[in-house]
């Protein structure tokens, strides 16, 4: 079985998703006025609450890590779910795209609630278009693509 094959692919993509999503989010922050470090806690925030920002750096890197590991999980369950809806593997633009939304839409109305996160959802059209878009494009398309090179060169059925 090609499982290592597979998982190189899939890590290749989830990678890049990760990658892509947080330079826009942080290169969005800066322009804003903030900063990498604050983006970082600000995604570690889902589980450290507020505490999150009073742990400098080292608080920035758990919410890098905490990133990574959600685009590698959400890279998994897309996998597994290719298995099935033989469209992903067909279409994958189409259905990165529709990946992208859904996280969006999963992320910020549920996740994001249901977390330690400290704020009010925020729904400001800039931030919110410019998210939704990042998660299509750099998030949603780059996972479904490596999900459908992998079941392309090396299907399980």
Known sequence: ?????????LFLGGFIAAVGDISYAIIFAVTQGSSAEHLLQFVATGLLGEAAFQGGWATAGFGLVLHFTITFFITFLFYMTSLRISFINRRPIIAGMAL??????????????????PYPINLKPLSTITNLLSHIFFFGIPIAVAVSKANEKYPLH
């Open 1 to 9: 079985m090609n499982l290592s094959k597979i998982s190189s692919i």
């Open 100 to 117: 992208g939304i859904i996280v969006f839409i999963v992320m910020k109305f549920i996740v994001l609630p249901l977390s330690a996160f």
